[in-house]
């Protein structure tokens, strides 16, 4: 397969697709060509983005640590690819903040935000979320509770081995979950300024802990109770409590 093939056939998903269609990333049988390379990505129409799957779950769980070089030929090398999915995945990671481009000297992960920053994040966080879970609570509807119960991740708490994959794939869905209570609150300025930050890419980004996870998703359930009984003032707590316990879960980095 060229690279014009790799490009036509393999568009990349939205964030919310992506979401919605979790799978392995990493294919057991071999490409093209068999005995060479390290394990191969599946060569079906959802390539680009299988790729970008795998780059961003080694930048979660910091196989490539913050500030670590990025190598195409290396990454073509591991999944047995051509370099246009590569390049197209690392573009994506560039717009999303995780990945940082350099002139002459190429890419590299995002380097780790600051305590400063995290500090600032979570009183813009602190600021804005709580707010916006009221006005959400205000607005709710039975479609868009259903809508933000799928996407908490609620009622489907993943099983397996694979710790660090779990990790990686909660951290996209509590991006989302977080982004569809502020479209249900309807203020998208404040919804496109949280977003811009990246936040939750970069806050777990910090440490892998599987509480991490778990703790989250009970908050995620506090805040959906509140949404069903329609009770603002209940969200707005639920989500500054969840804010809150993010914030001290994670503080431990900077020790």
Sequence with gaps: MNAAEDRASCPALSRDKAVRSQKPLI??????????????????ASLAEEVYEAIFAQLMALKIPP????????????FNVSQTPIREALGRLEGEGLVVKTHLVGYSAAPQISRRRFTELYELRLLLEPDAAHRAAA??????????TEAAGVMSRPD?????????????????????ILAVAGNELIRET???QHTHFHIFRLMFHSRVTEEALDEHAAILAAFSRRDPNEAGRAMRTHIERSRDRLLPAFD
């Design 27 to 44: 294919a057991s049988r071999p490409a093209a060509d068999p005995g060479e390379g390290g394990p191969a990505i599946h060569r079906a």
């Design 67 to 78: 500030g670590g070089r990025i190598t195409v030929d290396a990454l073509v090398r591991e």
């Design 139 to 148: 607005a709710m509807t039975d479609a868009a509770l259903q809508v933000l």
């Design 160 to 180: 397996g081995p694979d710790a660090r994959a779990r990790y990686s794939q909660f951290a996209r869905e509590d991006a989302v979950f977080h982004d569809k």
């Design 194 to 196: 949280l977003a811009h």
